[in-house]
């Protein structure tokens, strides 16, 4: 079975700028999170989603913004840029929701924004 | 809202030798659950054991097993005959609610 996969891998922006960034979980998964993970801050949780729904959410500005489509498949969209979203954001997919299920994650896609 | 603390920023130990890595967190939920997970160099994050907190027994997989005192609210990890290939930051983490929370991390060195 594939694992997690992130497009893309990396990633330049610059302040102001949008951007979006795509997870394909395990296939069979339908829980997908997002993290985001920094030198400063460590891995922060951003949100979580099952079946299309947010189940929870991270204390992140309301410029982190995320989706989840019907084929599990997800993505998380950063509007107005800010140096400090540059991080490695992770994608982790689980079968079910609940707290107990191990979540596999993917390689991460590298944001930088200049 | 809850925390995991980590207070070992980084360890090392000689190869075939033990090695505990500490965890404490601190919340308010009554059902939760606790995870080690490592992340080798290569980035790729992979969980590594992980415990109910309604369970008494400590988890075990193979070489790694966990010590965990609800009351304490502590969550340490034992790595036993340590190996080359077990070099990789390790974070202790908390999940309740779909939220899954963080330790800081502890860089483990094994050297040959």
């Known amino acids: 079975k594939a694992g997690v996969t992130q497009t893309p891998r990396y990633l330049i922006k610059t302040r102001g700028q949008q951007v979006t960034l795509s997870c394909s979980p395990i296939s069979g998964h339908r829980s997908v999170s997002w993290y985001q993970q920094t030198p400063g801050q460590g891995l922060q949780f951003l949100f979580e989603?099952?079946?299309?729904?947010?189940?929870n959410k991270g204390n992140f500005p309301g410029r982190f913004s995320g989706r989840q489509f019907s084929n599990s498949r997800s993505e998380m969209n950063v509007s107005t840029l800010e140096l400090g979203d540059s991080a490695l954001y992770l994608c982790?997919?689980?079968?079910?929701?609940?707290?107990?299920?191990?979540?596999?994650f993917g390689p991460g896609t590298r944001l930088t924004v200049l | 809202a809850q925390t995991v603390t980590q207070s070992q920023p980084e360890m090392s130990v000689q190869e075939a030798e033990t090695v505990t890595l500490s965890c404490t967190y601190d919340t308010s939920e009554s059902n939760y659950y606790l995870f080690w997970y490592k992340q080798p160099p290569s980035r790729q994050m992979i969980l590594v054991i992980r415990?109910?907190?309604?369970?008494?027994q400590n988890a075990t997989e193979n070489r790694f097993s966990v010590n965990f005192q609800k009351a304490a609210k502590s969550f340490s990890l034992k790595i036993s005959d340590s190996q080359l290939g077990d070099t990789a930051m390790y974070f202790c983490?908390?999940?309740?609610?779909?939220?899954?929370?963080f330790g800081a991390g502890t860089t483990v060195t094994v050297r040959a």
């Open positions: 989603y099952f079946s299309e729904t947010q189940r």
């Open positions: 983490a908390f999940k309740a609610d779909y939220k899954l929370s």
């Open positions: 415990q109910e907190a309604y369970k008494q």
């Open positions: 982790a997919s689980s079968l079910e929701a609940g707290d107990w299920n191990e979540q596999f």
